[in-house]
């Protein structure tokens, strides 16, 4: 009797629930992906990188049923001008969705284009996704672009008078969604994008940005707080010359969340910060996974990320800086750290430098601890209640990450929904 082949065997049942659209522009590129699924086989948990987060419940051939969560809250960026494109268990809403005509950009939706035998995404459709596999396989991202059937095609010719703000629902408890997005943004051109929201029982998400010379890509995302939801979301972005790439995550609840970002900086003088913030409790797994390359000269990286976990909750932050040889003048700077609120709470973490240049700056560090008890002890001695200090510390941890996002009314606005949150948690 022949043995079963460990990854092949799950890589196909997973293949086998699933529809690859046909035709199209993007048929080769799906082709392509779907070849490469095959071939790398889905992710277990012997694989390097996921040897801090179980795999399991992302690649099984259902998706495991998730609670919907209802709190009652105001909805996420409502205070600000934007264009809202809505997205319901993986399937676009044109009735809560603004027109997507905007001043100095182009959005079309994945599953209207693809349709069409040529379009100016065709040559970066699964293009940057395909890149992002040398030297870490990535095979979850390969199998949404081989799958996905809808997701957004934006190309930024100018600077929008308002951001785009990508809204997701999750309305039914075993819903499995695939969103495939790509946004280029040419010469001189700037967007902000904001995401929000839990999307589905399960998510896989690919982003994919290709900035070109002199451009501006700002992304903020608030992930959604079902905390039974399951996501593998995947950022893939390559920075032209004097460039800027700045993207920050903030993470609350969730089962089971696993975020990869792979930037390459391509051109001189670009820059790429990547940030985020995870706040844990329970059964909470949070894992933040990034590989920046330096492949330019004078061009600056930071990797900011701040957990803070209690009850158990589990964060992992795997992180790399690259510097290939020709990249003299690097940047590049990564710091990840863990507020653990009680004993069970763990963070585990891998920061990583690889460097061939000899003319670089470059620096990592991480680090777990418990809370200031000095510090506590001083708002407690000035009639602070312990709850209410331990938040005005929490949120003193989790300011550096914060701090990254460009614009400061969108970061008052993420800290003014953690405040919210904590408050009503002492409740």
Request: aromatic share 8%; proline share 4%.
């Amino acid at each position: 009797m022949a043995l079963a082949q460990p990854k092949t065997d799950p890589t196909e049942a997973r293949l086998a629930a699933l529809d690859v659209p046909a035709g199209g522009w993007s048929g080769a590129a799906r082709s392509d992906a779907l070849a490469r699924v095959r071939e790398m086989g889905l992710p277990g948990r012997r694989d390097e990188y996921w040897k801090f987060t179980r795999p399991d419940t992302l690649v099984a051939p259902e998706a495991p049923e998730a609670a919907l969560f209802d709190a009652g809250e105001p909805p996420m960026f409502d205070a600000f001008d934007r264009l809202k494109i809505v997205f319901v268990d993986g399937a676009f809403d044109a009735e809560a969705s603004d027109d997507l005509a905007l001043e100095g950009i182009e959005i079309e939706r994945l599953a209207a284009a693809g349709v069409a035998d040529i379009h100016w995404a065709q040559g970066l459709y699964g293009a940057l996704e395909a890149r992002g596999h040398a030297p870490v396989p990535r095979p979850l991202a390969a199998l949404n672009t081989a799958v996905a059937r809808d997701g957004l095609l934006i190309r930024v010719t100018g600077k929008p008078s308002k951001p785009v703000s990508l809204i997701y629902h999750h309305r039914d408890t075993a819903s499995d969604a695939y969103l495939h997005h790509v946004v280029r943004v040419e010469e001189g051109a700037e967007l902000t994008l904001l995401e929000n929201g839990p999307a589905a029982a399960r998510f896989n998400k690919v982003l994919e940005v290709d900035v070109a010379d002199t451009g501006a890509f700002h992304h903020v995302r608030a992930q959604g707080r079902d905390h039974e939801r399951r996501a593998a979301t995947h950022t893939f972005a390559r920075l032209g010359r004097e460039s800027v790439f700045k993207t920050f995550t903030l993470t609350v609840n969730g089962v089971m969340t696993r975020n990869e970002t792979v930037v390459e900086l391509t051109g001189d003088d670009a820059v790429a910060h990547v940030a985020g913030a995870a706040v844990g409790d329970g059964d909470f797994h949070g894992d933040n996974t990034v590989f920046v390359t330096h492949d330019a000269r004078n061009c600056e990286s930071r990797q900011v990320f701040k957990y803070v976990l209690r009850n158990g909750a589990t964060g992992v932050f795997q992180g790399k800086i690259l510097v290939k040889a020709d990249a003299q003048k690097t940047d590049g700077y990564q710091i990840s750290q863990s507020l653990l609120l009680d004993d069970d709470s763990q963070f585990l973490a891998k920061p990583e430098l690889e460097i061939y240049a000899d003319d670089v700056a470059c620096s990592h560090g991480s680090t777990s601890g418990a809370i200031d008890e000095d510090a506590l002890f001083y708002l407690r001695a000035r009639g602070v209640p312990e709850g209410e200090a331990t938040d005005m510390l929490t949120l003193a941890f989790l300011a550096e990450a914060v701090d990254e996002i460009e614009d400061r009314a969108l970061a008052d606005d993420i800290v003014a929904r953690l405040e919210g949150w904590f408050a009503r948690r002492r409740d």
